[in-house]
């Protein structure tokens, strides 16, 4: 899949939602959107890849899995709809990189200061498991958006978007460490390459890390203000 070429932000975007690279993501994504969730029946699902949401000069970029099937999938914008999006648009309103804590639908008045909310994966997944081949598929719209925005520190959601970044910044020309650097909370990686990038873990935004206490609020806070002001950017 050649995604090179696109002038701007918006033209990758509008790319990204009409992909159809991989079969076995386009069945579940369509099957989710016709079917539906019980709670959800009235609305009209989104159905297709998810773009990145964030302006296009952000300075940080969030990079968590993939889209959820009656989350992102229903809404059309990245963590808008689900429990996982909760948290954390609460923790980016938290320390000042977002207007509100909140975010249900695309058109609720959400804007993020600075930052820019993307994903390895830009469709639903079965059991939200995508499959290595998908993933390096998907990596194409990443390395595209990378070299548009040119972030200066990103945060990484879990292991699979460290395990799927990684790669992407080697390919794309930052010097990554051998061995590569293990995933872990709170984990940093200041990596020479275009430019100078650093990289931050955090532990997933998943209802499994949070409804346990192994993400808290305060510590998911206390990696995105770092990140922050990794990037330049201004945090309370």
């Known amino acids: 899949m050649n995604v090179a070429g696109f002038p701007t932000l918006a033209a990758l975007d509008a790319a990204v939602t009409g992909c ?12 989710v959107a016709r079917e539906k969730r019980a709670a959800f029946r009235d609305e009209e699902y989104w159905g297709r890849p998810v773009p990145g949401l964030g302006p296009a000069d952000a300075r940080l970029l969030v990079v968590g899995l993939a889209p959820a099937a009656h989350g992102a999938n229903r809404t059309g914008r990245m963590f808008t709809g689900d429990r996982s999006g909760d948290v954390l648009f ?7 990189l977002a207007n509100q804590p909140t975010a ?36 194409a719209w990443l390395r595209a958006e990378l070299a548009l925005l040119r972030p200066r520190a990103v945060v990484v959601l879990g292991g699979f978007g460290w395990q799927a970044l990684l790669p ?19 984990v940093q990686v200041e ?4 430019w100078p990038l ?39």
């Open 198 to 236: 650093r990289v931050f873990g955090c532990y997933h935004v998943s209802q499994q890390n949070t409804f346990t206490g192994r993400l808290t609020p305060a510590m998911l806070e206390e990696v995105l203000r770092a990140a922050a002001r990794a990037a330049g950017l201004h945090a309370t």
């Open 168 to 186: 992407v910044l080697a390919g794309a020309g930052w010097t990554v460490p051998r061995p590569r650097p293990r995933f872990g909370h709170g």
């Open 104 to 139: 249900v639908h695309r058109d609720d008045g959400l804007e993020l200061h600075g930052v820019r909310i993307t994903a390895p994966v830009h469709c639903a997944p079965p059991d939200n498991k995508p499959t290595p081949q998908e993933r390096d598929t998907c990596g």
């Open 191 to 194: 990596l020479a390459g275009p």
């Open 20 to 31: 159809r690279a991989c079969p076995r993501l386009v069945q579940w994504r369509e099957r």
């Open 90 to 96: 609460a923790a980016l309103h938290a320390v000042g």
